[in-house]
């Protein structure tokens, strides 16, 4: 676990313009000076994202927000007030001090405070605000423990930063604010039932969900396992078939199948519970890329609380890949 002179260490790469790696509640972020834009050109170079896709601003308290945006709408400061810190993205109209470069070049920055104690005392030390994409190379599973970022990034960054696995287990949902009406873009953490309850109307979630930004590829959160989504009725039986033609295959075993016998290479058993299933998801998908299986077949959960978010990573997980 990280300690003070780590917290120092990390604002000093920051100011220098280098790249560390640190905890949130969500997943591990790859952070840079958000306010620097070489700093923040070689997160795109490390991670091999396009440099249109925008990044989160992290910032160490909702007092902060105003810094960093033009204007802030009555429902930004209530969703502000009432989750964060927490796993709440705003998307807001961008002020003078956040660069292009961190925007994709975008009127609008999406914003959050983090809730995980070393996040909060780097940023709180640091100052101003750190754009942190999640620390894994564009497209695949994003880390939620440290071994996850070694992983992923090795020495393409200058400093990492230990804070324990993550709690939350999938991002941040970003919710923007600059329309009419809040629009969840990506569900996550804090989950629509949340938001609702709090803004007492009804928020909207988008057809194209998580895909604002043109040239974005569908499959996104991927392991290197083809990953195949099938009705919990089929999936003893998809499994044993794509055993039997030759496919090492993984399964993620839903909680109502427990006591089914499935034929594959490798079954990792889902909690009941989705606050354990979020944790949990990106770690198993990296598990059974471990393990040697080349085809990950699952069902989705109920599309409710935590499990839009499950569904909506795992939907992405099997969207079709590059095929160059
Ligand atoms: O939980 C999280 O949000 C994590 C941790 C590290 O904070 N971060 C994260 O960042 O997931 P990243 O870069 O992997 O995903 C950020 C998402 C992207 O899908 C991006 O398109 C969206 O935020 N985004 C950023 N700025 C935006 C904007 N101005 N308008 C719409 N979407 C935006
Ligand atoms: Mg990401």
């Known amino acids: 676990m990280a300690h003070i002179g ?6 000093g790469v920051l100011r220098a313009g280098g790249l560390v790696a640190l905890p949130t509640e969500t997943v591990y972020g790859l952070g840079a000076n958000a306010e620097d834009p070489v700093a923040v050109a070689r997160i795109f170079q490390t991670k091999g994202r396009p440099p249109t896709h925008p990044l989160i601003v992290h910032i160490a308290a909702a007092e902060q927000l105003d810094e960093w945006v033009e204007e802030v ?51 709180s030390a640091f100052g101003g605000g750190v754009t942190a994409p999640s620390a894994n190379r564009f497209g695949a599973v994003s880390p939620t423990t440290v071994d996850h ?33 809040p629009a969840i873009l990506r569900p996550g953490g804090v989950t629509r039932e949340d938001l609702e309850a709090v803004l007492g109307c009804p928020v909207e979630v988008p057809a194209t969900t998580g895909v604002r930004v043109p040239g974005q590829h569908p499959s996104h959160y991927a392991p290197r396992a083809r990953v195949a989504l099938v009705e919990p009725e089929k999936l003893v039986a998809e499994a044993e078939l794509a055993q039997g033609a030759g496919y090492r295959v993984g399964v993620l075993l839903p909680p109502a199948l427990a006591t089914a016998r499935v034929k594959a290479h490798a079954v990792i058993a889902l909690p009941g519970s989705m ?50």
Request: glycine share 10%; charged share 25%.
């Open 6 to 11: 780590d917290i120092e260490k990390a604002c």
């Open 73 to 123: 709408p009555a429902a930004a400061r209530l969703l502000a007030r009432r989750f964060w810190p927490g796993p709440l993205t705003l998307v807001l109209r961008r002020g003078r001090r956040v660069p292009l470069e961190a925007t994709g070049g975008l009127e609008t920055v999406a914003v959050r405070v983090p809730d995980h104690p070393v996040a909060l005392a780097l940023l």
């Open 149 to 181: 970022v070694r992983a992923e990034l090795g020495d393409a960054v200058d400093f990492v930063l230990d804070g324990g696995p993550c709690e939350v287990g999938v991002e941040s949902t970003i919710v923007d604010v600059t329309g009419e009406n």
């Open 275 to 324: 606050h354990a299933y979020a944790q949990g998801l990106y770690g198993f998908l990296r598990d059974l890329d471990q393990y040697g299986c080349d085809l990950i077949i699952t069902s989705l959960p109920a599309e409710e609380g935590l499990g839009s978010a499950i569904a909506n990573r795992l939907r992405r997980a099997a969207g079709p890949r590059p095929t160059a």
